[in-house]
Nanobody, 121 residues
Framework: QVQLVESGGGSVQAGGSLRLSCVVS????????LAWFRQTPEKEREGVAL??????FYTDSVKGRFTITQDNAKNTLYLEMNNLKPEDSATYYC????????????????WGQGTQVTVSS
């Protein structure tokens, strides 16, 4: 019954901003890692940002531009994306796994359906 639903994707000019949201329901684990991944037809699924046990992690290409946060009251995960670049264009997925954070997408058990982000020059 675990469900993750992303929203907030869209098309934006380079340098613009978007905020992605992921509503999480049905997950009962005390310790977990919430994550944003992205994927294009040309690339493997890439971990973008992780949030777990009060810690955040970012892939180098988005450091200083993206921020991952969680609103516990709303059961919602966010990815604030600023100064977007064309290379950020991808389908973005939120995901959750038990226990600690890892970068490997295959270790995440539950996934959202994805939301498309397109950044034009």
């Amino acid at each position: 019954q675990v469900q993750l639903v992303e929203s907030g994707g869209g098309s934006v000019q380079a340098g613009g901003s978007l905020r992605l949201s992921c509503v999480v329901s049905g997950y009962r684990y005390r310790r977990y890692c919430l994550a944003w991944f992205r994927q294009t037809p040309e690339k493997e699924r890439e971990g973008v940002a992780l949030l777990g046990e009060g810690k955040t992690f970012y892939t180098d290409s988005v450091k200083g531009r993206f921020t991952i946060t969680q609103d516990n009251a709303k059961n919602t995960l966010y990815l604030e994306m600023n100064n977007l670049k064309p290379e950020d264009s991808a389908t973005y997925y939120c995901a959750i796994r038990a226990d600690t954070c890892y970068w490997a997408s295959r270790t995440y058990k539950y996934w959202g359906q994805g939301t498309q982000v397109t950044v034009s020059s």
